[in-house]
């Protein structure tokens, strides 16, 4: 499993909060067999600069050296892929274009099979939310194995949905610990829940 994410630059406030996130989360996605890569338009020499910085706020402390940076000296290589955003390009500003260009930041996961299982884009003045990323892959690696599918708000651990494809008495065999149907108010009966497998 891999996750891409992309920023504008080096050096802006709100991208440095989230590498430093990503640092502290690192053994969370490693339990998870996720990789991932930090994106962004600037040279290698920033990036090694760039890493070393101590996070502020709540993350005081972790370093952001636990990511692979990608540089690129090439700023095709991103507009070709529509991952950065080409306002953001020559501006000059690394306080924090989000605040006068507004470009955004995109997430990206792939499974094994080499394929976007999930994208995600985020206004360049709005921190990603890791926990949420961490709750995708989480139901992501659980959907590809099994045959269900999460419910909204699921957190490891809950109830899942068994999905629609599979005939009553085949989940009944599939998921030994009992499969419960929610009574609906049009009376049918296609919202079945079991326990996390």
Same mark, same amino acid.
């Given at each position: 499993?891999?996750?891409? %994410?992309?920023? *504008?630059?080096? %050096?802006?406030?709100?991208?440095?909060?989230?590498?430093?996130? $990503?640092?502290?989360?690192?053994?969370? %996605?490693?339990?998870?067999? @996720?990789?991932?890569? $930090?994106?962004?338009?600037?040279?290698?020499?920033?990036?090694?600069?760039?890493?070393?910085?101590?996070? @502020?706020?709540?993350?005081?402390?972790?370093?952001?050296?636990?990511?692979?940076?990608?540089?690129?000296?090439?700023?095709?290589?991103?507009?070709?892929?529509? !991952?950065?955003?080409?306002?953001?390009?020559?501006?000059?500003? @690394?306080?924090?274009? $989000?605040?006068?260009?507004?470009?955004?930041?995109?997430? %990206? !996961?792939?499974?094994?099979?080499?394929?976007?299982?999930?994208? !995600?884009?985020?206004?360049?003045?709005?921190?990603?939310?890791?926990?949420?990323?961490?709750?995708? @892959?989480?139901?992501?690696?659980?959907? $590809?194995?099994?045959?269900?599918?999460? *419910?909204?708000?699921?957190?490891?651990?809950?109830?899942?949905?068994?999905?629609?494809?599979? *005939?009553?008495?085949?989940?009944?065999?599939?998921? *030994?610990?009992?499969?419960?149907?929610?009574?609906?108010?049009?009376?049918?009966?296609?919202?079945?829940?079991?326990?996390?497998?």
């Amino acid at each position: 499993w891999g996750i891409l %994410f992309s920023h *504008p630059r080096d %050096f802006t406030p709100v991208c440095t909060t989230e590498l430093g996130r $990503a640092a502290k989360l690192a053994s969370e %996605f490693s339990k998870r067999n @996720v990789k991932m890569i $930090a994106l962004s338009i600037d040279s290698v020499q920033d990036h090694l600069c760039w890493s070393k910085v101590q996070c @502020v706020g709540r993350h005081k402390g972790s370093l952001c050296c636990c990511l692979a940076l990608k540089g690129s000296t090439e700023q095709s290589t991103g507009l070709e892929r529509h !991952i950065l955003n080409p306002k953001a390009y020559g501006t000059g500003d @690394v306080c924090c274009p $989000a605040l006068t260009l507004s470009p955004s930041t995109q997430v %990206f !996961i792939f499974g094994p099979d080499k394929k976007l299982k999930l994208s !995600i884009l985020y206004p360049a003045s709005t921190g990603r939310n890791f926990d949420e990323i961490l709750r995708v @892959v989480d139901s992501l690696q659980l959907t $590809a194995y099994k045959k269900v599918a999460t *419910p909204v708000d699921w957190k490891c651990g809950d109830s899942v949905v068994v999905v629609p494809t599979i *005939p009553d008495e085949e989940a009944k065999k599939l998921f *030994p610990k009992g499969v419960f149907t929610k009574d609906l108010p049009s009376g049918k009966k296609y919202l079945r829940y079991t326990p996390q497998p």
